[in-house]
């Protein structure tokens, strides 16, 4: 043995195991897999191999019967062909299956372990396939295989072209393979016999095996003459039965081969005859056809395959045991029935009978070893005969086998010829769904690979090749394990979608609507109509092919000095046909010689859809073309058989706690529908005639879901690029499809209920963006009228079960904004009732978020038409008319859909959103109260009670804005807009009672206070000195506010008469507002005429206080007071005179502009009233000034300050004279005449007056 350093990572080696008595199959014949494998040392090579039984039917082992010297095994033992508890189940027993392999054995295994197909295993099939292909360099037998590729599997099984042939001569079929094999491989075909050796060795392996495992152990000695004469007699019994033995596609035995090596697997277990049958047409076993997916159906009539009477069996998995046997770094599952014995001195031995007379050669040897291998036998027992008499018992470890004498041969190049015939057969079988054949004549040294597939394509009907059917079940199969672990690993979505896509290719339409209906189902799963746009890129993995890559176009042939065309006697064109060659079986023992250096080319990879549209229209595709295989299916109303008389109609009942909630989804639903008028009567049935819990009923429930959702999914992309009439039709066909689901749809689930209520969510807001967006309406309306020949097919099959008009009334493409709003509010309101089914609200709360939000926006926008509308109609009414009903009317649908929103964005805790809407109410209040302002004449008009109700109910909706947003930090911008809203209507209140005093009602003082109350909290919530865009008009608004105050308390003032407390309150209050205003006023740039008006309203003041005034120094005092106020005006007249610059300068920079910055220019009329003004007061106070100063002067010594603000001032007062007596002055010039003249002032009259 060699070194087994490295052996001990595998297990130890299996003579090692032998010798210490475990059995390495102790744990592996159970139904668990069990891990136990081995690591062979074979002549100093090393070969690792290693076997894991995934199954075994077999009983446990008992050991063997060691049958005495001279047993005649010619004679029958007393078991021989009975059944016994040792045989365990009829047919199967532990000398394995009675029946020879068949030519679908690699799909049943293939069907029992679908997990291992398509990825991990290599190879599936007979290990007597797998023996025959290993000894092709060794044998001159000729081979015939079928293969076939299943992702990165090749499923190999035994053709027999004899029986194909034979079944030609009696149907007809296979006629076109029968002449191209005449033509090109064997011109004189003739089917070969079998001799009567084979017979004869056959016969005497069947007798042993029963001695082998006699009960008693007793074997029965020579018989006499008597006895012989009567086992000649039962030996020609055995003779003329032995004709029935043979499977149907057993293949002759190389002349050079020794029968007994291959054949111990088939010996006949039963007694009774088996017929020779050929193959033919049987139906499927539902269970192998159609798997659980989408909710698809067990019964299946599938179009038959074998003939009449015989079973299914080639679909089956008839090996005793199913082995992953890994050989080097090739994975195989294997079947096999070789007989295992244990018990006793020997855990596991392999049991053989040789003809003493006969050596044993390579074949044979290579054949036990790989058997052993194979099954994890560690010991081969070898039973020698003489003419049936046994002889000797010889024990024979695995690894010695290829050093016996005459069947030496190197487990090495065994090994290479493995790895050259999988890489061969790899890199050429490279379509999925095509039949291979491969083939080597025999005594040819020359293997051909043939593709049936093209082959039979050539002739009338593709349906000839048998191998169809089980080919495209398998695809499909795979393809639907694959789909139950598809969340595991996204990388094999390419290699489902080929599988499926050839399955369905291989497939007739007509014959096998389910397969493919539910095929085009799971590919249109494939694709995730919800995922995030940000993970399109993140595809790229499924593009990754590494093993589970494989082409479906045929593959570049190799380099020409391995696949030269080989040239027989016959026509040189012959090898046209052969996909690939193997000129010499010498090859295969070269090692790498077929090394795979090409790479596959990457075909099975996902398609990466760069756009969420391509990728919904990918799905749709396949959903028409599942909704097409599901149509042509139902049987018209005509075909339907009649209904028997005798037979009882089943009535369905249902416990109503099974159902989707308390009251039933379903009844829940139809109250939903009859409340939106779209229950029609007769709704809830299939128009087709469809049969509720039919497959064509599930499957097609399944793919209008589908359909449903990938419009939906469309509808919102549409969405998100603006083009909203195009997203209008998605989203028509979205709940056109779920409506038909609705009247489908004997079981509702709230899973597709949610849908619903995100498919009106999103309707209603496509209608709310039309609404907003009527300038584009042409546009729009050409998109939602535009439909696919797709769409439309769809929508036919749509129609076949329902009306779809359940929900017109969301998708209606209306021309009246009032009537858009109004449905998409009642498709919000439908989708927040849906919600409250089965309690989907508490599961989806985001949703229910979302639809609330929406909901609230809407009866906002609502809510903003109906007050605009009311707003529109009152300026449009005459002044003097009262308030119209239809005004009211207008109010009343406005508060109502506000006060809706308020509720919906309370329910939701929505602080901003529901301070918004009370604001707009408080705006709608103010409205109300412009609507109420008293009729009549102007002059004679006073602030009204209903102006100051509606006023007070907008000043408590702004305050409850406010208490909603709690504080500032919540949301600053909306905060910063109700104070400014509040701010207004106090300031609007405040200015309509001063303006317009309610005399009748209230006596003045009542006024005055309730005016200082107003404008003080309109001050109050006017934020003078937070830095925004909004800053200069608060600014403006405060200097307002501190204006009016003043002029109110400086008009008190001078109407009031008595109390001197009061009086000096409000003059005191008079001058404060007046201060507070100017410092506003010179803190904004575009006020200059309000600052004028503030100043010379302040010299008014004075002037008024100096008649109350009785000394001369008190009127002087004030006069100055006065004068220096005149002084501080300065300010404003160089704002105006800078802007008057301006305008004279604007029409000469540029005159093709000159009106877009006039709206900001001065008042010219107003700023010379109020330059007259100024100059008269000026004029006067300097007038007075003089007067004073000079009566001053005669009484008083002389006083040199005075002297010198009496000449400034007679100076002054005399240029200001002549500058008004000018009337041809500009009011530029007049301007300048008086900032000079204030300038001279102010140097004049220093520091001698009080400055305010």
Known sequence: MGDSKEAGAESPPAGAAARGGLSLLSQGESEEPSAQGSALFLGGNEVKSRAVVKYSSAPLRTAFARLEEKTDLKLPPANWLRESAKLGPAGTTILGNSKKSKPFSSFGMAYDFIDSVGNDVDVVSDSENIKKLLKIPYSKSHVSMAVHRIGRT???????????????????????????????????????????????????????????????????????????????????????????????????SSVSEDPSASSQENILTKSKKIKIRSLGSEPLEPSYIVGHVASAPKEQNLTTLFNDGENSQGLKNDFVRNILWTFEDIHMLVGSNMPIFGGGRYPAVSLRLRDNNKPINVLTGIDY??????????????????????????????????????????????????????????????????????????GSDIVKLYDLTTLCEETEDKYQNPFTMPVAILLYKVACNMMMKKNQNKKHYGTIRTLLLNCVKLLDKSRHPQIIASANYMLSELFQLDEPKKEESSESPLNENSDESYSEEEEEMPDSDENGSYSTSSDPSDDNKAVAIIKSVGELSVPEKYKSIHQIRPSCTFPVCHDTEERCRLVLSYVLEGLKSVDSSIKKESDLPAADPNTPIPLKYEDESTRGGPEGLEKQMALFLDKMGSLQKGNYSSQSGMIPGSWQHKMKLQLILKSSKAYYVLSDAAMSLQ??????????????????????????????????????????????????????????????????????????????????????????????????????????????????????????????????????????????????????????????????????????????????????????????????????????????????????????????????????????????????????????????????????????????????????????????????????????????????????????????????????????????????????????????????????????????????????????????????????????????????????????????????????????????????????????????????????????????????????????????????????????????????????????????????????????????????
Not at 200 to 221: C, E, R, T
Not at 767 to 779: D, E, F, G, K, S
């Open 154 to 252: 090749l499923l190999l099984d035994e053709l027999d072209i004899q029986e194909l042939f034979m079944r030609s001569s009696q149907t007809g079929d296979w006629t076109w393979l029968k002449e191209f094999y005449q033509r090109l491989i064997d011109q004189k075909w003739q089917r070969k016999k079998k001799s009567k050796e084979h017979w004869y060795q056959k016969a005497i392996l069947s007798k042993f095996l029963y001695y082998s495992i006699n009960g008693d152990g007793a074997a029965q000695p020579v018989p006499s003459a008597a006895e012989q004469q009567e086992s000649s007699s039962s030996d020609q019994t055995n003779h003329s039965d032995g004709a029935s033995w043979p499977a149907p596609f057993e293949m002759p």
């Open 723 to 1252: 083009k909203y009439g195009r997203a209008l039709r998605y989203i028509k066909l979205a709940l056109q499809s779920h409506d038909t689901y609705c009247c489908l749809c004997t079981n509702m689930l709230s899973e597709v209920l949610l849908f619903l209520s995100q498919y009106l969510t999103l309707c209603g807001d496509i209608q709310l963006m039309l609404a907003q967006n009527a300038n584009n309406r042409a546009a729009h309306l050409e998109e939602f009228n535009y439909q696919t020949k797709e769409d439309q097919e769809i929508l036919h099959s749509l129609h076949r079960e329902s009306s779809c008009q359940g929900f017109a009334w969301a998708t209606d493409l209306s021309t009246d904004l009032e009537s858009q709003l109004s449905v998409s509010c009642k498709c919000y309101e439908a989708a927040n009732e849906i919600l409250q089914f089965s309690d989907l609200k508490s599961q989806n709360p985001e949703h229910y978020v979302q639809v609330l939000k929406r909901m609230g926006n809407v009866r906002n926008e609502i809510g903003v038409f109906y007050m605009n509308q009311a707003a529109a109609l009152q300026s449009e009414r005459v002044v003097s008319k009262s308030v119209s009903t239809a005004e009211q009317q207008l109010w009343k649908k406005s508060f109502s859909c506000f006060e809706k929103g308020i509720h919906n964005f309370e329910s939701i805790d929505d602080a901003t959103n529901a301070a918004l809407l009370l604001c707009n109410t408080g705006r709608l209040m103010r409205i109300c109260a412009q609507a109420h302002c008293g009729a009549g004449d102007e002059f004679k008009r006073e602030f009204s009670p209903e102006e100051g109700l509606y006023y007070n109910k907008a000043v408590d909706y702004y305050l409850k804005a406010l208490r909603s947003l709690g504080t500032r930090d919540i949301h600053p911008a909306v905060w910063d807009s109700v104070n400014w809203e509040l701010s207004t209507t106090y300031f609007t209140m405040a200015t309509l009672q001063q303006d317009y005093a309610p005399l009748s009602r209230k006596a003045q003082e009542q006024i005055e206070k309730e005016v200082s109350e107003a404008m003080m909290k309109s001050l109050k919530y006017c934020d003078v000195d937070s830095v925004s865009a909004r800053q200069p008009l608060c600014q403006y608004r405060a200097a307002t506010i501190h204006h009016r105050l003043a002029s109110m308390y400086h008009s008190c003032l001078r109407n009031q008469v008595g109390d001197e407390h009061l009086r000096k309150q409000h003059r005191v209050l008079a001058d404060l507002h007046y201060s507070k205003a100017v410092k506003l006023f010179q803190l904004l740039k575009d006020a200059p005429c309000e600052l004028l008006r503030v100043q010379l309203e302040r010299v008014a003041f004075a002037e008024f206080q100096m008649t109350s005034q009785n000394s001369n120094v008190g009127k002087l005092k004030t006069l100055s007071g006065a004068l220096d106020i005149m002084v501080r005006t300065k300010h404003a007249f160089q704002l105006i005179r800078k802007e008057l610059i301006e305008e004279f300068d604007q029409p000469k920079s540029d005159e093709c502009t000159p009106a877009a910055d006039s709206s900001p220019s001065l008042n010219r009329e107003e700023v010379i009233k109020l330059l007259s003004i100024f100059e008269s007061r000026l004029s006067f106070l300097l007038l007075q000034s003089i007067k004073l100063l000079s009566s001053t002067k005669k009484k008083t010594s002389s006083n040199t300050e005075e002297d010198v603000v009496l000449k400034t001032n007679k100076q002054i007062y005399s240029q200001l004279l002549r500058a008004t007596a000018n009337r041809n002055a500009t009011l530029l010039e007049r301007i300048d005449v008086l900032i000079h003249l204030l300038d001279q002032l102010a140097r004049g009259s220093g520091g001698s007056g009080s400055v305010q």
């Open 369 to 442: 070893w790989l058997d052993n291998l194979i099954c994890n036998v560690p010991e081969l027992v070898m039973c020698f005969h003489v003419n049936g008499i046994v002889q000797k018992y010889e024990m024979i470890k695995t690894e010695e086998i290829p050093n016996l004498e005459n069947s030496n041969f190197s487990t090495k190049v065994i090994k290479d010829i493995a790895q050259n015939i999988l890489s061969f057969l790899k890199s050429n079988c490279t379509k999925e769904g095509h039949t291979y054949w491969l083939f080597k004549a025999s």
